[in-house]
């Protein structure tokens, strides 16, 4: 199973990617995390110490262009994914490697195309693997990864969504452009609840665009007290209603 967690910027996807991570390697399944953001924050939530270095970050020189039977250029992992998993990968607590594209080394140094195409292929190189992992990519915050195809091969994503109109707004176009790219499962989870008016904006705005909710996640003050503390919400406290939703988010998923 490979999901990626989308949208907009501070709706929260960080934190479900992480934690969902964690709470699906408790349960005995190998997880692998990919953090495809070019500003790095999942290590944090996966429990991994800040003075850990760790491996490398992924690079392009993972990948290589080859020419198809048809004349075409196209992309593919030039390594076993299990070398790749190997030497890149870092282990965080409760079953789950971290795979990390970094970040920029500087300002002005031009776009993240490669590492677009790195995470795209690794997903697309796991499909055919015999690693018997889930994978959670936690996306950018933008439609870039959109555009560029780095969620195309995923088997669903979860477009992440706050109770007001741009971060409704933002999760259509995702759920959009997920349809287009041909990813068959798209859902939406509604985070930052805190009223029935809330629930009730959000699944207003969800059927009107046809786009199913998977779970209702409860506003959680904890969040941001383990935020503070520079601590996972899972290690901060085990008993939040945000890991307690996304428990039962996780028996979904496993269900499926």
């Given amino acids: 199973m490979k999901i990626a967690i989308a949208g907009k910027g501070g709706v929260g996807k960080t934190t479900i990617s992480g934690t969902l991570c964690r709470i699906l390697g408790a349960k005995g399944d190998q ?9 790095p924050n999942l290590s944090i939530v996966l429990g991994i110490d800040k003075s850990d270095a760790g491996p490398p970050n992924l690079s392009t020189d993972i990948i290589e262009r ?15 994914f299990q070398e790749v998993l190997e030497t ?15 970040k920029p080394e500087k300002a002005g140094t031009g776009c993240m195309c490669g590492s ?13 693997s015999e690693q018997g992992q889930i994978m959670v990519l ?16 995923v088997d669903k994503i979860y477009t992440v969504v ?11 176009r995702f759920a959009e452009m997920a349809q287009q790219l041909g990813i068959g499962k798209v859902e939406a989870i509604a985070n930052k609840v805190r009223t029935k008016e ?6 207003e705005y969800c059927e009107k665009i046809n786009l199913p909710i998977a779970i209702f996640v409860p506003f959680d003050e904890q969040v941001m007290a383990a935020d503070l503390k520079g601590k996972s919400i899972i290690d ?8 307690k939703a996304l428990e039962a988010l996780s028996d979904a998923i496993l269900k499926n």
Wanted: aromatic share 8%.
């Fill in 31 to 39: 997880v692998l995390a990919i953090d495809g953001d070019p500003n």
């Fill in 66 to 80: 080859v020419e198809t039977e048809d004349g075409k250029w196209k992309f593919q992992v030039r390594m076993p």
């Fill in 88 to 102: 890149y990968g870092q282990k965080a607590t409760d079953n789950v490697t971290l795979l990390m594209v970094g």
């Fill in 116 to 128: 677009h195409t790195v995470v795209r292929e690794l997903v697309n190189a796991a499909l055919s």
């Fill in 138 to 153: 936690d996306t950018e915050a933008s439609l870039e990864h959109m555009k560029r195809g780095t969620s195309k091969y």
């Fill in 162 to 172: 706050e109770p007001y109109y741009r971060s409704l707004e933002a999760a259509s």
């Fill in 198 to 203: 809330d629930e009730m904006a959000i699944r």
């Fill in 236 to 243: 901060f406290d085990p008993e939040a209603k945000v890991v």
